[in-house]
């Protein structure tokens, strides 16, 4: 059972407009959410990341909506550049585990951005 | 620049043989370090979580006599993979908690370039 959801496998965006990947999560005791974006045969690079007591986290091109009664958050990327075009996942964690010493970040899927010049 | 660092970058070996993966935390300290694998074109499967000073945590249906995990200081950890087979042919890639902030926010996991290893 997926408990981060990334439902667009694939995503193509025109240079300069804006991306918006989506993720899904069912588990309520998540309460700190991840993006990261990973190039082909490298590991994810961290890009930004927002606690479930904020609603909006921004950081450059990169921002970040999370919308805890829809169980909802979504990466917008603000203008799409070509060197955007990477595999986006989604990421999430519970506090709780921090307190069993080690913590688990589940994350979903991915999708596939690609930004066309 | 990479904040964790992992060693080699690419692998081929014989059936049967064992191979070592490092992964080393370059600017903070890691007290928690994780293993991941990933098949192609899916996601980040977790295997283990290392702990430094103790045994680690295996995910279920991941072999811990198999995928050897040590984590012998606060800036590295090892994976070995005992007896490697074609099936454990695979990309993994490591990655280190900076619980305390160093590199900015906290708990922030930090990943390695990941290793591809082929087993032959």
């Known amino acids: 059972d997926q408990q981060v959801k990334q439902n667009s496998p694939s995503l193509s965006v025109q240079e300069g407009r804006i991306s918006i990947l989506n993720c899904d999560y069912t588990?309520?005791?998540?309460?700190?959410f991840l993006w990261y974006k990973k190039y082909p045969a490298e590991g994810p690079t961290f890009l930004i990341s927002?606690?479930?007591?904020?609603d909006k986290n921004e950081d450059g091109r990169f921002t970040v909506f999370l919308n805890k009664s829809a169980k909802h958050l979504s990466l917008h990327i603000v203008p799409s550049q070509p060197g955007d075009s990477a595999v986006y996942f989604c990421?999430?964690?519970?506090?709780?585990?921090?307190?069993?010493?080690?913590?688990?970040?589940?994350f979903g899927p991915g999708t596939s951005l690609s930004v066309i010049p | 620049g990479a904040v964790v660092s992992q060693h080699p970058s690419w692998v081929i070996c014989k059936s049967g043989t064992s191979v070592k993966i490092e992964c080393r935390s370059l600017d903070f300290q890691a007290t928690t370090m994780f293993w991941y694998r990933q098949f192609p074109k899916q996601s980040l499967m977790l295997m283990a979580t290392s702990n430094e000073g103790s045994k680690a945590t295996y995910e279920q249906g991941v072999e811990k006599d198999k995928f050897l995990i040590n984590h012998a200081s606060l800036t590295l950890s090892t994976l070995t993979v005992t007896s490697a087979h074609p099936e454990d042919s695979s990309f993994y890639i490591c990655?280190?908690?900076?619980?305390?902030?160093?590199?900015?926010?906290?708990?922030?996991?930090?990943f390695g370039a990941g290793t591809r290893l082929s087993v032959l």
């Open positions: 588990n309520s005791m998540f309460d700190y």
């Open positions: 990655s280190a908690r900076d619980t305390a902030g160093a590199m900015g926010a906290k708990n922030i996991q930090y």
């Open positions: 990421a999430a964690s519970a506090r709780w585990y921090m307190k069993t010493s080690y913590d688990k970040v589940i």
């Open positions: 927002i606690s479930s007591i904020k």
